[in-house]
């Protein structure tokens, strides 16, 4: 493979990585929280890019068309969307079993997953949906002579890949420095404990279904802009690529789940231009696979440790 074509893929890997960290966020806070798998965090991602496309065109019709402006309230309609979806699928799928089996609350999140993909595709339709171009233009980077010889970046993709990183610092900070922070790690040590402190433990696992939700609606905008299509179909197999990147990296580690994703990222693309893209998808899971048998724990996680 030439040298500009390694790199292409190297950026591509880099953009995708960013997005499956994103979506990755929300895995990793509310296991880290609950101690299980939100499984319709994947439609939540699904239905923020619906809702990016309506956003859109509403905005358009009503006379928005420069682009900050658009993507700036695009943004904020498609967060307060989808952030209120998250804290009803919390209300009513998870709240109601806080105290049951956790194999009724991983029956409840797929009991979800399902029913969001069936409300999505009767309201919206089967077919693929899709945009106008928001964000044209790229940069190049001529690599020598030769007119294919360069590696580009479209203006989209360094979008992804900046949102990624101020997303993730603001919510490292958010967690680390701030009262909500401290509340959030308090009920992921001991929910019990927190409660007879005085924390209002609902209202954080509230919040971090809220946050969760958010970051998915980020990668959801940051989806639509760049690729311009999606379907209903969209969450499941993102959501176990972004799964996938959480347990890569630790689930339960806020920087695991970015380094995981960018890792996850940079090996499917790798992997698709070396091998073939029509086995990304196997790949991934193939991934998947291997940390479970070999590294349960992943890269930044922690083994699980019994209280007695």
């Not at 927190?194 to 969760?212: E, K, M, P, Q």
């Not at 196997?282 to 991934?287: D, G, L, Q, Y």
Request: include cysteine; hydrophobic fraction near 55%; proline fraction near 4%.
């Amino acid at each position: 493979m030439d040298m500009h074509i390694l790199l292409q893929q190297l950026v591509n890997g880099l953009v995708l990585g960013a997005l499956y960290g994103l979506i990755a966020v929300g895995y990793t806070m509310v296991y880290g929280v609950l101690g299980m798998i939100n499984f319709a965090h994947g439609e939540v991602y699904m239905i923020s890019a619906y809702a990016t496309g309506i956003a859109l065109g509403v905005l358009s019709f009503l006379g928005v068309h420069s682009v900050v402006p658009l993507l700036l309230l695009t943004v904020v309609c498609v967060v307060v969307v989808t952030g209120t979806y998250g804290w009803v699928i919390e209300r009513v799928a998870y709240r109601p079993l806080r105290g049951a089996p956790k194999l009724s609350l991983l029956i409840s999140a797929i009991g979800v997953s399902l029913f969001l993909q069936a409300y999505v595709q009767l309201s919206q339709g089967p077919n693929p949906q899709g945009i106008q171009p928001v964000l044209p233009g790229a940069f190049r980077l001529v690599l020598g002579a030769g007119e294919d010889n360069f590696v580009q970046v479209t203006y989209a993709q360094s979008l992804i890949v900046v949102f990624a990183l101020v997303s993730m610092a603001f919510l490292s900070w958010v967690i680390g420095h701030t009262s909500m922070g401290r509340a959030c790690r308090a009920t992921q040590q001991d929910p019990r404990m927190a409660t007879l402190l005085g924390i209002n433990t609902d209202r954080v696992i509230s919040t971090v279904f809220v946050i969760g939700a958010v970051m998915a609606s980020i990668a959801g905008v940051l989806v639509t802009i760049n690729y311009g299509s999606f379907d209903f179909s969209i969450g499941f197999v993102v959501g176990v690529k972004a799964f996938t990147a959480a347990v890569l990296g630790g689930i339960g580690s806020l920087p695991g789940a970015l380094v995981g994703g960018l890792l996850l990222g940079l090996l499917e693309s790798v992997f698709s231009g070396y091998v073939s893209s029509d086995y990304k998808d196997v790949f991934a899971f193939t991934v998947l696979i291997m940390v479970l048998v070999f590294r349960p724990s992943g890269l930044f996680g922690k083994p699980a440790v019994e209280k007695v």
